[in-house]
């Protein structure tokens, strides 16, 4: 098992990293988010979980143990693969997540690229009683930055029913008018006024 890799980003695209550890190139897919696409030359370290196949050997990347225990969890309900769970984990946060599983959110659930609503509406089934330990998870887990804000706004606005677009549109808008070092508050706020 891999635990984590910790390397220089040699290339980076929305749901993907090349990391490179010591001239070995790891192909590792992490939560697909505009906002989470580190520039070549950045050191980073990645939790990681290993997917192993018949024909495939896949590695999953996440910023926080949390983040990949998360993962774990969404990828054991039935007809969820870890593609499914990855896009999850890109569009909400953790705490985002287990409200919406919680308080049985079909809505904010099925707005996640290829998770419809018969498949939301199993993973609350499914994950409601296991969910509380993941409500206390938050984006402070994770080390603070212009990205995890930047996530954490979009995740408010679906949550208030914008679509996915959408809500990324608005947030980007009021994170250009605003700066990087916006606060959560003032990019909800300015993201619901534009």
């Known amino acids: ?7 220089t ?14 001239g070995v ?11 989470n696409v580190p520039p070549p030359g950045t050191e980073l370290k990645l939790f990681t979980h290993l997917n192993v196949r018949e ?8 910023a926080s143990a949390d983040e990949r225990k998360l993962f774990r969890l969404i990828s054991t309900v039935k007809g ?6 990855l896009s999850v984990l890109g569009h ?20 996640i690229p290829g998770l419809g609503k018969k498949t939301a509406e199993r993973l609350i089934v499914e994950l409601k009683d296991r969910i509380v330990a993941v409500a206390s998870w938050s984006s402070g887990d994770r080390p603070p930055g212009p990205d995890t804000v930047q996530n ?14 959408d809500a990324l549109q608005r947030v980007q808008a009021a994170r250009s008018m605003l700066g990087k070092e ?9 993201s619901l006024a534009g």
């Not at 098992?1 to 390397?7: E, N």
């Not at 190139?25 to 906002?35: C, D, H, K, M, Q």
């Not at 909400?92 to 707005?111: C, D, E, G, Q």
């Open 25 to 35: 190139g790891y192909e590792i897919l992490v939560p697909p988010s505009p906002a």
């Open 1 to 7: 098992m891999i635990s984590h890799v910790a390397g």
């Open 182 to 190: 916006a606060k959560l508050d003032d990019l909800v706020k300015a």
């Open 80 to 85: 969820i693969g870890p593609k499914i769970a």
């Open 55 to 62: 024909d495939s050997h896949t590695l999953f990347g996440f």
């Open 152 to 165: 954490d706004a979009v995740a408010a606005l679906l949550a208030l029913g914008y679509k996915q677009a």
């Open 9 to 22: 980003v040699a290339e980076a695209e929305p749901g993907r990293i090349v990391l490179d550890v010591h």
């Open 92 to 111: 909400l946060t953790a705490s985002s997540f287990a409200t919406a599983v919680s308080n049985a959110n079909t809505k904010i659930l099925s707005s």
